[in-house]
């Protein structure tokens, strides 16, 4: 669209210093919204301007969500391929500075000027989210920019996250380029991993905790090791290159429990695979009185919107309340949590209210986060979402 006749709105009086501050969203009660910006198709490339008419940024639009226009540019930026195509290879030269194969998060959404994008580089397989509108629009121009920069073999498209709906968009899994037809193949910390990127979690995998699999796995040499919410293996089996002597994955789901044993097989790695409910696990194992060298809770988000906050918190305190009996003396806890909801010292308040409430006391080791294939932005503490702990308990 010629950016002379793109739609322009305004934004309410006192409401444009986000903007001009760099902060990539504007909510809808920011905006000016009359029956013309209201008609607007979801996912419209729009001009912003404060309330006098000075032009702000270049954003696209969605009437029907509370985060309405996300920013793309400075006024008048032009939206075409050889956009995406420059946001992307800067994404691309990043990530060649800091790995030396292809496993990766390559677009990390707005941290990487690509509002509401997801990007994982499996190898040659790119396993794409396009999580608003305004990136349903451009995906043909995105996809083409992809395969021009990588030329993958093939991109699915997971687009079966619940954010989608807010924005008025279809769940679907399809491919687009090319054939996903058998597990496809990554490598993270010395060993290799067979998945499902069709029916996996999120894009098929969680590159975000390589650096903190990669820390816990170096404390565990020569111990036991249990780890809860397995998934397909990522701590466990890092565990069990470092040299750890037992090495015990629980996970309730019988695909998890299936990858990790075929996981376990084609690296060469003694791991035993629990198929179970993790907190009632726990609580078994408490009861029993066992004790590992090495506990790890890694749960799915327990908070997926604001007003369940409070209830998630306790669930990572009774989590971590039921972990660290079985954290023996001198031993490892490494909690995480994925949930934006609940920031860093609230997370870390539950932990640790878990542990007073079973008696333990310990020391943080490390505060710690996604890997650097997971910027954040600066002014979007959301983007900041996972956080980890790891301590040592007396």
């Not at 309330?51 to 696209?60: M, N, V």
């Not at 990554?186 to 903190?212: H, M, P, S, V």
């Not at 040499?221 to 470092?242: E, H, I, P």
């Not at 039921?322 to 003396?329: E, F, R």
Request: charged content about 25%.
């Amino acid at each position: 669209m010629n950016t002379a006749v793109r739609p322009k709105l305004r934004l309410l009086p006192r409401h444009e210093a986000r903007v001009r501050g760099g902060h990539p969203w504007v909510f809808s009660n920011e905006i000016a919204m009359d029956a013309a910006a209201r008609a607007l198709t979801p996912g419209t490339l729009v001009e912003l301007e404060d309330a006098r008419g000075a032009p702000l940024a270049t954003a696209y639009f969605n009437p029907r969500t509370l985060i309405a226009a996300r920013v793309l540019g400075a006024p008048g930026t032009v939206v075409d391929r050889a956009f995406w195509h420059e946001r992307l290879q800067a994404a691309l030269t990043l990530r060649d500075r800091m790995f030396e194969r292809p496993f990766y998060r390559l677009v990390h959404a707005e941290a990487d000027r690509l509002p509401a994008l997801v990007v994982d580089r499996m190898g040659d397989v790119l396993s794409v989210q396009a999580n608003a509108a305004g990136i349903d629009v451009a995906l043909d121009d995105i996809l083409g920019a992809l395969t021009e920069l990588l030329r993958p073999r093939a991109i699915l498209l997971r687009n079966d996250s619940p954010v989608r709906e807010l924005e008025g968009l279809p769940l679907e899994t399809r491919v687009v380029h090319g054939a996903v037809e058998a597990p496809v193949e990554i490598e993270e910390n010395g060993c290799r991993f067979k998945l499902d990127l069709r029916d996996g979690q999120k894009t098929g995998w969680f590159y975000d905790q390589r650096a903190n699999r990669a820390f816990v796995a170096g404390l565990a040499r020569g111990k036991s090791v249990l780890d809860v919410y397995a998934y397909a293996g990522g701590f466990a089996l890092a565990a069990a290159r470092a040299g750890a002597r037992e090495v015990i994955a629980v996970d309730r789901s019988a695909g998890a429990i299936d990858a990790i044993k075929a996981n376990a097989a084609a690296n060469g790695l003694n791991v035993e695979a629990v198929r179970a409910e993790a907190f009632a696990e726990l609580e078994r194992r408490g009861a029993a009185g066992e004790k590992f060298d090495v506990v790890i809770v890694d749960p799915p988000a327990f908070i997926k919107s604001k007003k369940e906050t409070a209830a998630g918190l306790r669930g990572y305190a009774k989590l971590a309340k039921l972990a660290a009996p079985l954290v023996a003396p001198g031993g490892i806890l490494f909690a995480a949590s994925c949930s934006h909801h609940a920031d860093t010292i609230n997370f870390t308040h539950a932990v640790t209210h878990g542990l007073g409430q079973a008696r333990r006391t310990g020391r943080v080791l490390q505060t710690s986060g996604a890997g650097p294939d997971h910027p954040v932005h600066p002014l979007l503490p959301e983007s900041a979402y996972l956080k980890a702990l790891t301590l040592q308990l007396d």
